[in-house]
């Protein structure tokens, strides 16, 4: 069967025939991460003087995988200003290759990965999403959510707009079209449209020779800009975005900034809100890579460190120290270090196990079939075991892990987390999951401890956690560990990514 690239706006007479197509796989489950908050999204973007960039934005998405695997999506402006799009489900190697990223001609493209938060799990619901205007084609990425979403699609509906997706970030975008079409340029467009938007974005939007980055006020979901050797501009959602394709770092977009690069004018900022920093902080703790820089420092030291301070907090006689690949091995390397009892690897991960469409049989899960962690029998033998671990959500997958390390012959298991215990669902971009899902919000520590079958468990202070970050404490979002939200979340608001899915059209 050929694929289907109908709702892509490379034409199909274009495509390949071997390229594998994930439009009809809407309805399958991708494999869940069973006991994290899963991830944000993506934004990439990148304007050069000339030439195709198109595989520029394909390396930035790459290096942020990690913050979203279901859907990818690029697209490009050509000379003439009108812009060329392919997204589709599944991972970035999956989505491109060679013969369609030559298709995609440009030198400026912006590109997304994508985790579902609001809207569900549809290649209609990719993006980047791109709408027309009098002043031209204007394509939008987003990473966060807004808590006025069903609002503000009411709102545009009721004004003759047909939005087709089921996500908050189609509303941004129309937002901006109909200022456009209201007499205003680019830039008024822009502050109009994000002046009807409450809750977390960060943007990467691309307009005819421009590109443009912005953040809420609270500045919640991270955005850099970067520069390459040659001059190109770049905006990414983490630093490690820019390493892979060689640009420098120049800064990070300021909460409550909008910034408006071309290259007769380089960049233009305004702060179109009062800044209030509050950083998600899970962000410093398990979202963002731990090469990527935040606050002048690689977040592998901040993860050091937190490590030391789960160690002073939580100390336990043990024979090793151990950490829940990959996210947890820098805190468990400075639990070693500060405690001084060895570290050492006794979990490995399959690498290549990525999101698959392939699900095992129930038979195959109750036979405990280890797609993703396997245990080395012969380092766990006879010993007393301390397991770090960044976060638990449910506990499933933590009582799975449990269990694998005394079958393997661990004789003691303690686990100690690098966060305070999950409490409260985020409305800001990650998908923690509803309250009574979360094991920490109607358990104490002991009876989780019970529940997860471990010998002892703690986890690190709300005010360690801070602490560690050595910068003011309170340009942090923590509501996922205190219910204390930033921004107002409306009471009517219940948290599930199909919240728009009844008002499609």
């Not at 990070?252 to 071309?262: A, N």
């Not at 468990?457 to 910068?471: E, F, P, R, V």
Request: with cysteine; net charge negative.
């Amino acid at each position: 069967m050929l694929p289907d690239y109908s709702d892509h706006s490379v034409s199909a007479d274009e495509m390949p025939k071997d390229i594998l197509n994930f439009n009809n796989l809407d309805n399958l489950a991708l494999e869940p991460d069973d006991d994290k908050p899963q991830e944000a999204c993506g934004v990439f973007g990148v304007l050069a003087a000339a030439g195709d960039v198109a595989k520029l934005v394909y390396f930035g998405l790459y290096a942020l995988q990690h913050r979203g695997q279901e859907s990818a999506g690029i697209t490009v402006y050509n000379d003439r200003g009108t812009t060329n799009s392919h997204k589709a489900m599944g991972l970035v190697s999956q989505v491109f290759n060679e013969t369609i990223l030559s298709l995609l001609k440009g030198a400026l493209a912006i590109g997304h990965n994508r985790y579902s938060t609001t809207g569900s799990s549809k290649v209609c619901n990719a993006q980047p999403i791109v709408v027309n205007t009098r002043l031209g084609d204007f394509s939008l990425a987003h990473n966060g959510n807004l808590v006025n979403a069903t609002e503000l699609r009411a709102e545009l509906s009721a004004q003759g707009h047909a939005l087709e997706s089921t996500t908050d970030s189609e509303g941004i975008a129309f937002a901006v079209s109909e200022a456009v079409e209201e007499g205003k340029d680019w830039q008024e467009a822009i502050i109009t449209a994000l002046r009807r938007c409450h809750g977390a974005f960060s943007l990467v939007m691309g307009m005819p020779n421009t590109i443009a980055g912005a953040r809420d006020a609270y500045g919640v979901r991270p955005l850099v800009i970067g520069k390459t050797p040659d001059g190109s501009y770049v905006l990414s959602s983490e630093t490690c975005g820019l390493d892979i394709i060689g640009a420098e770092y120049v800064r990070e977009v300021l909460p409550g900034e909008l910034v408006i690069i071309t290259m007769e004018n380089g960049i233009q900022s305004l702060q179109w809100e009062e800044s209030k920093p509050k950083l998600c902080v899970f962000e410093m703790i398990y979202f963002a890579r731990p090469d990527s820089v935040m606050h002048d420092e690689s977040l592998y030291t901040y993860r050091l460190r937190i490590g030391r301070e789960l160690a002073k907090e939580s100390f336990v006689e043990a024979d090793i120290v151990i950490g829940v690949p990959d996210s947890g091995i820098p805190a468990a390397i400075g639990f070693s270090r500060e405690s001084g009892i060895p570290y050492g690897e006794a979990l490995i991960k399959n690498r290549y196990v990525g999101r698959t469409f392939i699900q095992p049989t129930q038979a195959m899960r109750e036979s405990g079939i280890r797609m993703k962690l396997n245990t080395l029998k012969d380092v766990l033998q006879g010993k007393r075991v301390i397991v770090i671990d960044d976060s638990i959500v449910r506990g499933t997958t933590s009582r799975k892990i449990v269990r694998a390390l005394r079958e393997a012959g661990a004789k003691e298991v303690h686990m100690r987390i690098s966060s305070p215990p999950v409490t409260h669902p985020c409305f800001y971009g990650i998908d923690t999951d509803s309250q009574d899902h979360l094991i920490a919000s109607h358990n104490s520590v002991e009876a989780i401890a019970k529940q997860i079958e471990v010998d002892t468990l703690a986890y690190l202070s709300h005010d360690a956690m801070l602490k560690a970050t050595q910068i003011d404490t309170t340009h942090f979002c923590t509501a996922c560990f205190t219910g204390k939200y930033p921004i107002e979340v409306p009471d009517k608001l219940k948290r599930t990514k199909l919240m728009l899915e009844n008002t499609a059209t």
